[in-house]
């Protein structure tokens, strides 16, 4: 006579945590992923009297679109511009949206501020540190040719100071926060950060008449282009991967200047798409304030 088969019991979900893990993953993803929670979309030039991201400073022609030369120089500032641009649309998107935040997204508003402090601050510093260094030795050790930008870079660093100071108070005690006192303090070194976020992309610009410029061809040319294409890769990236890069790749605005800068920065969309749902998913609560979505504008959520 055959032995009894043994009993084998059911398994139970809870003993596979992995099939358990799985749809809470996605779950949280789906919810917190900045690419499901995009406002409705936005075409700036077509909408009276709608705020958005592109006031009350003004944001920069990039010097390729304006002139069509592609010197070294005018290259680098072009690319300058778009990352300046991003900054700008970060300001008056901070500017514009403070005086309406609404009590229970306060937290969230500060910590958007303060990821918009921190891309600015490590964008000067990384200037000051590595960029400006860089560019002096292609121009022969001339260091004269930043003499303007430093002192514009003194202009307005001590009104970017109150800036944090005031938020890292209320940062604690979110309720505390007003916005109109944020306006007031941005009003305070608005003038001088609008001078030199323009001023700086005519300087650089204007590099290719120094006469010590690189001749096109040369190798001294292959090298300064590998210094500003290095400087430009690394220069976010550094700043932080899971806020600062979000927060400039949701201030990007694809459509401008007739569409010419939609693949700007030349990132694989796999990755791009990554760095914002992925990595952006971890202050996700944050982005519903920036004023791109997918290249594209958006309404500004506080205004609507």
Excluded at 25 to 32: D, K, S
Excluded at 138 to 147: E, H, N, P, Q, R
Excluded at 188 to 196: E, G, K, L, S
Excluded at 236 to 251: C, M, R, S, W, Y
Aim: include cysteine; proline fraction near 8%.
């Amino acid at each position: 006579m055959d032995p009894p088969s043994r009993y084998q019991p059911r398994r139970s979900i809870l003993d596979r945590p992995i099939l358990i893990a799985i749809p809470i993953l996605i779950g949280l993803f789906l919810t917190r992923s900045p690419f499901f929670m995009s406002a409705p979309t936005l075409d700036p030039a077509a909408v009276d009297g709608q705020p958005w991201a592109d006031a009350p400073i003004s944001l920069v022609t990039t010097p390729q679109y304006a002139t069509k030369k592609t010197d070294i120089f005018t290259t680098g500032a072009t690319h300058m511009a778009l990352l300046h641009n991003a900054i700008l649309r970060g300001f008056n998107s901070v500017y514009q949206q403070a005086p309406h935040v609404k009590a229970g997204d306060k937290a969230d508003f500060i910590g958007y501020a303060l990821t918009w402090h921190k891309f600015v601050a490590s964008h000067h510093d990384d200037e000051e540190a590595t960029l400006f260094p860089k560019v002096e030795d292609v121009l022969g050790g001339d260091k004269a040719v930043w003499a303007d930008t430093h002192k514009e870079h003194e202009a307005f660093l001590g009104g970017l100071a109150a800036f944090e100071k005031y938020l890292r108070g209320v940062e604690a005690r979110p309720a505390d926060f007003d916005g109109a006192e944020l306006v007031r303090l941005m009003d305070d070194f608005r003038q001088p950060f609008a001078d030199h976020f323009h001023s700086e992309i005519d300087t650089i610009a204007a590099l290719a008449d120094h006469p010590n410029a690189p001749k096109a061809g040369s190798p001294e040319e292959a090298v300064a282009s590998a210094t500003f294409k290095s400087w430009g890769k690394s220069t976010v990236t550094k700043a932080g991967t899971l806020d600062v890069v979000p927060f400039f790749l949701l201030n990007l605005d694809g459509t401008t200047e007739d569409g010419t800068w939609a693949n700007w920065p030349p990132i694989p969309a796999p990755i791009k798409w990554g760095l914002v749902n992925i990595g952006g998913a971890y202050h996700s609560r944050w982005w519903k304030f920036s004023s791109c979505a997918g290249g594209r504008p958006r309404k500004l959520y506080a205004l609507q």
